[in-house]
Nanobody, 129 residues
Framework: QVELVESGGGSVQAGGSLRLSCTAS??????????MTWFRQTPGKEREGLAV???????DYADSVKGRFTVSRDNAKKTLYLQMVSLKPEDTAMYYC?????????????????????WGQGTQVTVSS
């Protein structure tokens, strides 16, 4: 069983930067390091897949964050990161990390929340104009 804990959220002004972290514990998955993804959600909206990284370090991004957000991982520390720059007020949301320990590669359906069964508790990011 994988447990995920996010940190690093906060309040920043537009144009600012933040780095989110997500530390994993547990697992024992044969696919470790496995597929991991960052999502965000605002009230009344569906959870949005933002950035994914597979076990080989390959990444993909949603168009809404491409060029501004960078996902990375430190396998030795079992930690996933999301570096966010040029933040905009519309980036305000609760940010979640998710893991799919059954996959080393993530597949084209990586933005689908239903793919993942391990979730962190979320960390709030607020961007003011």
């Amino acid at each position: 069983q994988v447990e995920l804990v996010e940190s690093g959220g906060g309040s920043v002004q537009a144009g600012g930067s933040l780095r989110l972290s997500c530390t994993a514990s547990g697992s024992g998955s044969p696919y470790d390091p496995y597929c991991m993804t960052w999502f965000r959600q605002t009230p009344g909206k569906e959870r949005e897949g933002l950035a994914v990284i597979n076990g080989a370090g390959g990444t993909d991004y949603a168009d809404s964050v491409k060029g501004r957000f960078t996902v990375s991982r430190d396998n030795a520390k079992k930690t996933l990161y999301l570096q966010m720059v040029s933040l905009k007020p519309e980036d305000t949301a609760m940010y979640y990390c998710a893991a799919d320990p059954s996959r080393y590669f993530c597949g084209a359906d990586w933005p689908a929340p239903a793919r993942y069964y391990a979730w962190g508790q979320g960390t709030q990011v607020t961007v003011s104009s």
